[in-house]
């Protein structure tokens, strides 16, 4: 049974770093394409970030240059460093995975198997 499992939320200050893990379990995260999505208080759920099986990560333009996507296949985790955190990233942060080998966008479609969540709250 595929099971996603994200770590590392809490509370930080505007200007400060935080980084997220994701434990995936029987689903490898070197094989097919993962992402980040996150939903702040009232809004829609969007992406933050995606990892295909080959390639860079891709980010959205609203955390370029301050979130870091990465994985470790031998642990089968992915992080998420984020730094530089703004008011405006508060949210919950999911992990997610698709079947696919790639993912041409951030269409919630490719995603098939999600975590449960961990709460980022930045206070300013």
């Known amino acids: 049974q595929v099971q996603l499992t994200e770590s590392g939320g809490g509370s930080v200050q505007a200007g400060g770093s935080m980084r997220l893990s994701c434990e995936v379990a029987e689903h490898s995260v070197s094989t097919y394409c993962m992402a980040w999505f996150r939903q702040g208080p009232g809004k829609r759920r969007e992406a933050v970030a995606r990892?295909?099986?080959?390639?860079?990560?891709i980010y959205v333009e609203s955390v370029k240059g301050r979130f870091t996507f990465s994985r470790d296949n031998a642990r089968n985790t992915l992080y998420l460093q984020m730094n530089n955190l703004k008011p405006e990233d508060t949210a919950i942060y999911y992990c997610t995975a698709s079947r696919a080998y790639a993912c041409y966008s951030f269409a919630e479609d490719y995603f098939v198997y999600w975590g449960q969540g961990t709460q980022v709250t930045v206070s300013s």
């Open positions: 990892l295909n099986k080959v390639g860079p990560p």
